[in-house]
């Protein structure tokens, strides 16, 4: 039942102080704008507004194959996370004897492969266009980690494929991991610690940090290429500007 | 596929001949991804004209 039945007038319930309905509360003169909430309310209105989260227009700069790979390593992205999710569910026996597991075995392992072309295809078009200029450091440090992240990633899934490989890779790792000092925290030969790691921690993360990703793209827009005589203002997006 | 892949050695640089051709596809499509037309809508940009 709405308040407009009469509920709310009936049982003179107070209302609450607050905006008048259809203004927004930050709109009000006198409310208390404080808090944790408040804090990433406005912090969100002013980087992420929706025009630049989900734009229409791109910059014409942005009409090259090069920015192309990074938009493919997240569609290789989605068949690896899809292809995993079902070997997941039906377990090694299943990927290692039938013929269908062994087709998405093969999907999962070859996704990866494009996932890793294709970063790396975006790492170089990134490293040579120096996409980390006019603001864009955090959102090169998080492809960074992203890359890192996947490497680790990619290390576990070779050890739990559950044969013959997956247990000689184990067993060179293991000292290779020792010398690091890090054996003690990071045991390769634990298939639990190593399944959980591929299957759960890593991918969520891995996910996150993506996401994050591409909303700092989006909030800083494409970087310019190197020489173009156009330099934006602090805190100006060129990402909804169009074909200039 | 199950037989070791040959591998080349000059000097210090050992790598595999399967890695070698990855890198050379990769470097390939990277080059190709520089210098080819990236495909533009006509229609869109007819409209921008007209504006």
Same mark, same amino acid.
């Given at each position: 039942m709405s308040e407009a039945s009469g509920l709310g007038s009936s049982r003179e319930v107070p209302r609450p102080a607050? !905006?008048? !309905? $259809?203004?927004?509360?930050? &709109?009000?003169?006198? +409310? &208390? &704008?404080? $808090?944790w909430t408040a804090a990433v309310r406005r912090r969100l209105d002013g980087r992420l507004p929706l025009e630049e989260v989900l734009p229409t227009r791109q910059p014409?700069?942005? $009409?090259?194959? +090069?920015? +192309?790979f990074g938009v493919v390593t997240i569609a290789a992205l989605v068949w690896v996370l899809v292809s995993g999710c079902v070997l997941a569910f039906m377990g090694s026996a299943w990927w290692h004897t039938s013929s269908l597991g062994h087709f998405f075995n093969s999907i999962h392992f070859w996704s990866v492969q494009m996932f890793f072309i294709f970063m790396v295809l975006h790492l170089w078009g990134q490293y040579w266009g120096a996409g980390w200029r006019d603001g864009r450091a955090k959102t090169w440090m998080v492809g960074v980690v992203l890359f890192l992240i996947s490497i680790v990633t990619a290390f576990t899934g070779y050890l739990i494929q559950q044969n013959f490989d997956s247990q000689w890779i184990a067993l060179n790792a293991k000292d290779a991991v020792n010398s690091t000092g890090l054996g003690g925290i990071f045991? +390769?030969?634990n298939f639990g610690q190593m399944y959980g790691i591929h299957v759960m921690l890593f991918p969520i993360a891995l996910t996150l940090l993506v996401v994050l990703h591409i909303v700092q793209v989006r909030s800083r827009g494409v970087v310019r290429p190197i020489g173009d005589p156009y330099v934006p203002d602090s805190g100006e997006s060129v990402s909804t500007g169009g074909p200039r | 596929m199950n037989g070791p892949a040959p591998y080349l050695h000059w000097g210090f640089i050992l790598i595999s001949l399967p890695n070698l051709i990855l890198i050379a596809v990769m470097v390939l499509l990277f080059v190709v991804a520089l210098i080819a037309p990236f495909p533009h809508n006509r229609a869109k940009h007819r409209d921008d004209d007209d504006e």
């Open positions: 607050g !905006p008048a !309905p $259809g203004t927004s509360r930050t &709109d009000s003169p006198g +409310v &208390d &704008d404080r $808090g014409a700069f942005v $009409g090259s194959w +090069v920015y +192309v045991n +390769v030969l | -």
